[in-house]
């Protein structure tokens, strides 16, 4: 399924989300010449028009990123790996490696337990965590069965009340889950921010698409 449409016949349009993403994503998007008119960590604008003519980002919720993208909503966008592992559409091309937003997808359980816990020995785990799908998938491929907790956000809270002893979360400096009196015991993957595009944009912007795309590719080169 897919549209194409994200920004009339010649504009481009760029799904972002707030939080890290955004954060980082403006520096990389500077150095490709992309430079929004409105300041996107101020503005309460969702879609805001930037220094080059046609071509405007939208700041949307990163699990939508995907979705947008999709259906051509936007042409392109940018979202974190853990976004996109989840996501189980498969309608977009997952482009260039943004290197930005660098955190690790792990498996996480109170210090107490690690002490005394086995992973090798476990047959069947119960795991809160938003990200559901890749849990399932990371714990069946290992013929591990799982009984999943759906949350929206701090992960890090349900061991403490008792909603289950594991999570699957995502780990930057490991300060969160310190905090919370948790450990990493597995590392599930290494996340960072992708830039993904609609497939029939591709075919139909191919020209301004692919000068966009060359140019951010340049960027990450130079940040490297
Ligand atoms: P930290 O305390 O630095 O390990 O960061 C952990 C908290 O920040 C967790 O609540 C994570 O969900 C969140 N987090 C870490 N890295 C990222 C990222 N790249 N994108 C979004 N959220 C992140």
């Known amino acids: 399924m897919s549209a194409g449409t994200g920004n009339g016949a010649a504009g481009l349009n760029i ?42 980002i939208t700041i949307i919720r990163a699990a939508d990123v995907p979705t947008y993208v999709q259906f051509g909503a936007a042409d392109l966008g940018i979202a974190g790996r853990d976004v996109l592992m989840e996501y189980e559409g498969d309608g977009l091309y997952e482009l260039l490696d943004l290197r930005i937003a660098r955190c690790r997808l792990m498996v996480a359980e109170p210090a107490g337990l690690a002490a005394r816990d086995d992973p090798k020995a476990w047959t069947r785990v119960r795991v809160a965590t938003k990200y559901v799908n890749i849990t399932r998938r990371h714990f069946a491929a290992k013929g591990i069965q799982t009984d999943l907790i759906k949350l929206y956000g701090s992960m890090e809270l349900a061991p403490l009340v008792g909603l289950s002893e ?6 930057d400096t490991g300060n969160t889950l310190k905090a919370n009196g948790l450990v990493e015991v597995e590392r599930i993957a290494d996340i960072s921010a992708w830039l993904v595009a609609n497939k029939a944009s591709m075919k139909m912007k191919h020209v301004p698409l692919k000068a966009l795309v060359d140019r951010l590719a340049r960027a990450v080169g130079s940040n490297a």
């Open 15 to 56: 799904a972002l989300s707030k939080g890290r993403i955004l954060e980082e994503s403006l520096p990389l998007l500077a150095r490709a010449g992309v430079v929004p008119v409105e300041n996107p960590l101020q503005s309460r604008k969702l879609v805001i028009d930037t220094n080059l003519p046609g071509v405007q």
């Open 166 to 171: 594991r999570i699957v979360d995502l780990v």
